[in-house]
């Protein structure tokens, strides 16, 4: 089946502009998070969505940062007035509960990313 | 100190030897994932473990929760291994399931023919 999508696949911006980035999860994956990847930097975690709870927003770097999931799959991440220090590659992963299973974490699936350059 | 440390950092190896990299962590987790991110940035799940070993092909990984630190072993390797292993820690807030990632600073292997 379909895999984690992600658009546009690269982004260039003038600092100072908004941009949103879209992730499309696989379907019926009740989870979606979002982590960035810097040049020549590690993996850090933004936030994530799990069904109708309330997102962890605890990876939000800034008040610029914000994230929406409409309807339980498609989620939106919305960079407010753009910094140069925010290019990077936003990568989007979803995942499912485990057969069902609350309390145990899951297989994350991660999308081909949007590399933003913000000039 | 990164709660997630990996190591090497870099490693490069011939084909069909044996390779260890061996990633330790400071945080309490519920699980402990093994990523490989190749060149072109994808990056795909190897292993999500939470006690003991886990075999797939020639990729084997362990985890002692005790010490917490954990190894992937990859055998007989071949170049097309070549790619960065990230190991990451579910940490944190825990809802129905999901659970942030933590992420060591990646260890790239290049295996030469």
């Known amino acids: 089946g379909a895999g984690v999508s992600q658009s546009p696949s690269n982004k260039v911006t003038e600092k100072g502009k908004d941009v949103e980035l879209r992730c499309d999860p696989i379907?019926?994956?009740?989870?979606l998070y979002w982590y960035r990847q810097s040049l020549g930097q590690g993996l850090e975690f933004l936030i994530y969505?799990?069904?109708?709870?309330?997102?962890?927003k605890s990876g939000l770097p800034s008040d610029r940062f914000s994230a929406e999931r409409t309807g339980g799959s498609v989620s939106t991440l919305t960079i407010q007035r753009t910094q140069q220090e925010d290019s990077a590659v936003y990568l989007c992963?979803?995942?499912?509960?485990?057969?069902?299973?609350?309390?145990?974490?899951?297989?994350?699936?991660f999308g081909p990313g949007t590399r933003l350059t913000v000039l | 100190k990164n709660e997630v440390e990996q190591s090497p950092q870099n490693l490069t190896a011939q084909e069909g030897e044996f390779i260890t990299i061996n990633c330790s962590y400071s945080v309490g987790i519920s699980a402990l994932h093994w990523l490989q991110q190749h060149p072109g940035g994808g990056i795909v799940s190897l292993f999500m473990l939470s006690s003991g070993k886990k075999k797939h092909g020639r990729l084997i990984a362990t985890i002692n929760i005790q010490e917490k630190h954990s190894s992937l072993h990859i055998t007989a390797s071949h170049p097309r291994d070549s790619a960065v292993y990230i190991c990451a820690v579910g940490a944190g807030s825990f809802i129905q399931g999901a659970q942030k990632l933590v992420f060591g600073q990646g260890t790239r292997l290049t295996i030469n023919p």
């Open positions: 379907s019926g994956h009740t989870a």
């Open positions: 969505f799990q069904g109708n709870s309330a997102p962890d």
């Open positions: 992963a979803s995942s499912s509960l485990a057969g069902g299973h609350a309390l145990r974490t899951d297989t994350q699936y």
